[in-house]
């Protein structure tokens, strides 16, 4: 059964149905009713966002402990069967669909906050909590943590996701701020994979090889994270542009003059009318900038005087501040909800994501070759982006009766990713890589890298437990 | 000959004669007056800087081309030769070492800056540019390298030892600076570890796999950097403290408050007394904090007030501006001259380097504990610290002839490396493993981590050319 370590072991098909039924019965024993073999309960657990097929696991277990999780491996090891991580099933590219069944572990109970270290701005928590708990629960402790991508993600999901978001310009994405990491691996250990302390020097960085590993070497099981202390002073506004090129003409603008601007978005114009409808605002319905600036009451004001002068060279203006909480609250919260606003644009149709970035010199290239790109093949496909980072997310929406569109978007998504590679980008800034994005990974690391990919895999997982089918093909 | 995939080869002893000599006239007639087997070269290109004993290679290869190290890595499989990567040699763990003989491959001539990107703010470089060489050619740029080890280290060796300094609290170590490498793989193969995209969730980290590996994985041949923009403006200071751990407790205020200073640095009495000798200095001799603040000029004030209220409600003051940029430069000097400076305190001994670094919360514990262990244990231990970091260094100096104090001052460095250990910290936050740390690994990762890091050892390089005897033993 075991493969040759150097060697991933290749899964085909489903499991077989005495294997399912031997399983089921293992973990029925052990987990009662925190486990589940429903159909709904199933399909819950597996991709339900995207454009992507929903490919159930064979059962769902609820873990409470790090005893369940490694119990749980010990279990799936015997029956040589998948586990697959779930937090709130927000991923957008399939990294909780089990194409070869297993077992959906569904870690969304596992949401204690373990500790919050104040005066060292971190914590440790638990993989199930979510980024807005986190923050409710650190209100009165003058920090926060910053990274927000679209949902309320749960934070072992964003781990393994190397997820951002829109602070990520200023504040670092979780690849900057996951301090180190529990995790429970292929032969049910728990390791820790760093101390608390902000530097180190002692041996290969783990931490960092878990971190975006898409739940394929290990089970996240506890993580310390950095904080950061909340601002003084905000503000935020928002400021037209006659075309995305101004746009992000002045994005690059800002970024190189080194402006610590905290969050800078594009939405185009499609964009701007979707939020528009979906969250009763009324934005000119022009390319568009939503910025924020954090410091002291002195430095937000020196940074919007400048931010406001390059933007006015490039042509732009129209500003639109958001000076109270509320009123800022109000922005963001749209923001957030921009995959929602932007699928109510066309009711039924489904949405494919992409997650391009680029060296932020070729930011205002891509963008517009890729406005064109959109015209010429006809589909309504509305654009934001975390410019600041040259991160843009296209999300054509699709009739999934239409077989001509969906060959239509996935044509475009991938000239769009290997347009970003060609520039010197990636074809992934902070979705991962899931099921659909493996086609480019050869485009964007080369044969050797990805050798060196498969290698760590074989290291720690030859028996290709843990999520098989993301990241890459064995 | 080759050992089992998934475990690292075992080097016991250096090569046999015969294996040297057959070495030897393959790298002559490969590399030619770039070959040498001279003592004195063979020497330099070993350990010199500390008490650690100096372990010469067989061989010296000066590599100008990456085709030089895959041809290198080559010959040396060929012969299971090791191969020990050296920059400028200021490592102060002992990682130019070569306790297996084999060759040290010399990365200097590879000091070509490969492109500037300064749109982009990130450069490409070959290994062997210094960080002075680098920040000298990008003088007109507006842009800066800002990671500076006492040391004028080649790039390479801070990549292989995920170095840090004195800008770290503020900009980030090698671990946050480095995009991406070249790296040349054990079987010969040229691999790029990333894209010059800002982020990426594309897949596992190579990139931070290789930065801190001390060149036990790979060779690097290539670097892409992110820079940093000059501040328009930039104060330095020197102020004093009644004791250590007042200024231990104006450093965790500053942090805490999210003071965004780009350099702190503690200096105990002693270590002020070696400065003011050994850079004709004349500052009080008393414990003292070495700050610099870089913004804009209303930054760099409103920072400037709000560290000297932190640092007169912690009892210190005595504040000295350097405003000229002579002055500031005069001052980081002696800083980088530290361990000189040190060194001079008593002729003839010899130097052992600590590296601890703890979460900041426990600075002025960890530090006044060890103040306390100096005095117990008799020896002349300076202390200067990145502290902002939590990161300090005690040199004990010691007389080599002396077998007694050698041995006080091993017991000392390994009462240090726990302390730091039990209070949630590292034995090593900016110097790497190298030889003599690896004693403390186990204790800092436990047996789960390390074997994970062997796995990857075995993964990558499993016949063990790469640096052997380094970071763990196998």
Tied chains: 1, 2.
């Excluded at 402990?65 to 010990?74: G, K, M, Q, S, Y």
């Excluded at 009739?399 to 992934?428: N, P, Q, V, W, Y």
Aim: hydrophobic content about 45%; glycine content about 8%; some cysteine.
């Amino acid at each position: 059964m075991a493969s040759s370590p150097l060697t991933v072991r290749k899964r085909e098909g489903r499991l077989a149905p005495e294997t399912v039924a031997a399983l089921n019965a293992d973990l029925s024993a052990r987990f009662g009713n925190r486990f589940s073999a429903s159909d709904a309960i199933r399909r819950q657990h597996a991709h339900t966002l995207t454009w992507l097929e929903n490919q159930p696991p064979d059962a769902v277990v609820f873990a409470e402990t790090r005893e369940d999780v490694v119990d749980l491996v010990a279990i799936c090891a015997r029956r040589d069967a998948p586990i697959v991580p779930f937090g709130i099933g927000s991923s957008l590219e399939g990294h909780v669909n089990a194409p070869h069944g297993g077992v959906s572990l569904d870690l969304s109970r596992m949401n204690a906050i373990l500790a919050v270290n104040a005066q060292d701005l971190d914590c440790v928590i638990e993989p199930g909590v979510t980024r807005t708990r986190l923050n409710a629960y650190l209100h009165d402790s003058g920090l926060f943590f910053p990274i927000d991508p679209g949902a309320d993600a749960s934070l072992g999901g964003m781990a393994s996701t190397r997820a951002s978001g829109t602070n990520a310009v200023r504040y670092g994405t979780m690849k900057d701020l996951v301090l180190s990491l529990g995790v429970v691996t292929a032969d049910g250990t728990f390791v820790r994979t760093g101390t608390r302390a902000r530097k180190s020097s002692a041996g290969y960085d783990l931490t960092h090889l878990f971190v975006g590993a898409e739940g394929t070497l290990g089970i996240i099981v506890e993580i310390a994270l950095k904080l950061a202390g909340l601002p003084e002073a905000v503000s935020a506004a928002t400021c037209s542009f006659p075309d995305v090129r101004s746009a992000c003409n002045a994005t690059i603008e800002t970024i190189q003059t080194g402006l610590p601007i905290a969050r800078i978005e594009l939405l185009d114009t499609l964009s701007v009318r979707a939020f528009n409808a979906y969250s009763r605002l009324s934005l000119p319905e022009a390319p568009m900038l939503l910025v924020e600036f954090h410091g002291t009451e002195a430095s937000v004001a020196e940074q919007a005087a400048r931010f406001g002068a390059i933007v006015a060279e490039n042509g732009g203006g129209n500003f639109i501040w958001a000076t109270k909480p509320e009123e800022r609250t109000k922005l963001w919260k749209a923001r957030h909800d921009g995959f929602y606003a932007q699928m109510a644009l066309r009711p039924g149709a489904r949405p494919f994501a992409t997650d391009t970035c680029v060296p932020i010199s070729r930011l205002a290239d891509c963008v517009e070759e890729t406005l064109e790109d959109i015209a010429r093949s006809g589909l309504l496909a509305p654009i934001v982006g975390h410019v600041g980072d040259g991160n843009f997310h296209v999300s054509p929406l699709v009739d999934m009766a239409d077989a001509k569109e969906i060959e239509a978007a996935e044509a475009f998504a991938s000239r769009l990713a290997h347009r970003a590679i060609a520039m010197g980008g990636t074809c992934t800034g902070e979705h991962g890589v899931g099921q659909k994005k493996i086609a480019y990974m050869e485009d964007e690391h080369g044969a050797g890298a990805l050798d060196l990919m498969r290698r760590v895999k074989a290291a720690f997982d030859p028996r290709n437990l843990f999520n098989p089918g993301k990241i890459f093909t064995v």
